[in-house]
Structure formats: C-alpha cells, structure tokens
C-alpha cells in the first residue's frame, strides 16, 4: 500500500492558524484553493516577484462605494473630489461614487478634523530614514507620554501588500516592531498561507505608532495626529493593496467608522489604492471561530491580487 503524502508547509500554517482542512474552503464565486496556485501556493515558485495563475472567476469580488480622502487636510473635500473626478477603476474593478453626501451619523466617525494640516505637509515631504526619526521623535499627542518607544513599521519598503493594524502592544512597545507578539505569530502564520512573508513583498505598519495604555482601542485625535505618517509611509511604499487589520485600521483608512462584518468581501479606496478590510489577529485569538472568515478574507485579497497582476 502507498504511503500517505506527507502534509505540505502550507497545511501545516493552517493548522497552526487553527483552520485545520478549511484551505479548501470556497468563496464566493471561486474555485478551490489549491486549483488556483497549486499545492505549494506562492512559496518556492521562482524568483521574487513570480505571479500566481489568477483565480478562474472573480464573482465574488464585490465593488464597494469609494470614499475617497485627502493626502493633507488642506486637499479638496471628498465631497468636492467626487464631484470634479471620474469614477475610479481599481486595476479593472469598477468602482461607483456615492451619490450626494454621507450622512451625518457617518460624517461623525471622521478623524480629519482633527488633522494639523501645516504638519501634514512637511510629513508629506520627508524620506525614509527622516520619517522614522519624526515618528520616534514625536510628541503630537497623548500616547507619547506613556510609550517605551514609537514603532515606525517593518519591512519591505518596495512591496506590493502593505497590512495596517491597529497600534503596538506591550511586546512591540519593547521591541519597536510590529506584531512581534502572539498576534504577530499569528499574523506571520496567516501571510505564509498565502505564500507571503514578512520583509518579502510585504510591508506591515500600524495606524498610531505608540501603545494606548492597557492596549485599548486608539481614540479619533490620537489616529489623527498619526494620520500624516501612515499617509507617508503609504506614499513611500506605493503599495498595490492595503489590508486594514481591524475596525481602527480600516477607520484610519477610509475615514469614517466602519464594521468588519459588512466591509468583509468588499474593495474599498484609499488614495486610488484598493483596500480590503478583516479582522485583527488579537481579535481572532479572542475568537478563534472567526479565523476562517479571515481566511475567506485572504483569498478575497489574494484573487485580487492576481487578476491585478494578469491586467497588468
């Protein structure tokens, strides 16, 4: 009798992300996993920068209502944006405007008016090495008083996948890196799945780069004055999607507030850069049942990237 196939690295991420046999979960429209890039995903496939095979439908990849927002606080409104501007194609998915203005409840959840828009500009204007050094430097509010250190971000300053998150905890406060805990483990975990890692084609960042006390969610103000940094950091990295790690990532993106369940599955603006929201990996330590919704969510991200890379 043959023996058995001895279990790929890949299966062996999933099961570390407690998926166990989900890879061979469909989306929406999709086909299955291992039919689109092969049994060794992405990984071990050629030289950096090696496409994988596009998905063979795109059904599932939902256009969503494009939000777009200022680079400074000094740019034209979104409103008055959408106005003068045609509608935007993210790499060959349409996508629609909305039509008149958000609603106020909306309108609430926005973080630009609290933006400094004399800082914005001279952020707007730094490199590299000056940007990490204005992030450890800075001082612009509350959570400076209580941090070890700022965490600028990690990775690869070239790369097509730039994942935000929420801010450091007290390993990455230690550490002054990103996602350096459990939640890190787990998130590593989650990028092999899809054949990424992190420092390769990958760049991770956070949307307030000093610990809130006792990790709690950042307020409107502190994502503000971190705003002109990950704005920057987006600017530099010219990334060719972000992936927003949770509710404060995605609301530091598109500028409004928002809810994972319904901005799951969906392609979103920032800039003219496509964005796709899940969850954080702390939140799916917390509940570890949602994991496969974040797969779902990866492979949404990962077909995308693909039929971007076929368009061309």
């Not at 990690?154 to 990455?172: H, N, S, T, Y």
């Not at 799916?284 to 077909?303: G, I, Q, S, V, Y």
Request: glycine share 10%.
């Amino acid at each position: 009798m043959m023996a058995g196939r001895a279990p790929s690295r890949r299966a062996a991420v999933l099961r570390e992300m407690g998926l166990g046999p989900l890879w061979r979960l469909r989306t929406q429209g999709a086909q299955r996993l291992d039919e689109e890039v092969g049994e060794g995903g992405w990984e071990g496939g050629g030289e950096r920068g090696a496409e994988a095979p596009p998905g063979a439908a795109l059904a599932g990849v939902e256009a969503a209502h494009v939000v777009p927002r200022p680079l400074v606080a000094d740019a034209p409104s979104p409103s008055a944006a959408a106005a003068s501007s045609p509608a935007l194609t993210v790499h060959g998915f349409p996508e629609q405007r909305p039509a008149g203005r958000r609603s106020a409840e909306a309108a609430a959840g926005d973080i630009a008016p609290y933006a400094d828009s004399a800082r914005s500009a001279r952020i707007a204007t730094l490199g590299w090495d000056e940007l990490e050094e204005d992030i450890r430097q800075c001082r612009a509010c509350v959570l400076c008083e209580r941090r070890r250190q700022a965490v600028p971000g990690v990775g690869d300053r070239q790369a097509r996948w730039m994942l935000v998150g929420e801010g450091p905890g007290a390993e990455e406060d230690q550490r002054g890196e990103p996602f350096v805990g459990q939640a890190g483990r787990l998130l590593d975990n989650m990028l092999a799945a899809i054949g990424l890692r992190r420092g390769e084609d990958v760049y991770i960042g956070n949307a307030v780069k000093c610990r809130p006390p006792h990790n709690r969610t950042p307020e409107r103000a502190e994502l503000a004055a971190c705003r002109p940094y990950l704005e920057r950091q987006i600017a530099l990295v010219q990334p060719r999607l972000l992936v927003a790690l949770g509710r404060p990532a995605a609301q530091a993106l598109l500028d409004r507030e928002i809810a994972i369940s319904a901005a799951r599955g969906k392609l979103f603006d920032h800039g003219g850069v496509p964005v796709v929201v899940t969850y954080h990996p702390a939140y799916l330590l917390r509940n570890p049942r949602d994991k496969a919704k974040a797969w779902e969510d990866l492979c949404f991200a990962r077909r995308f990237m693909a039929r971007a890379a076929a368009n061309g």
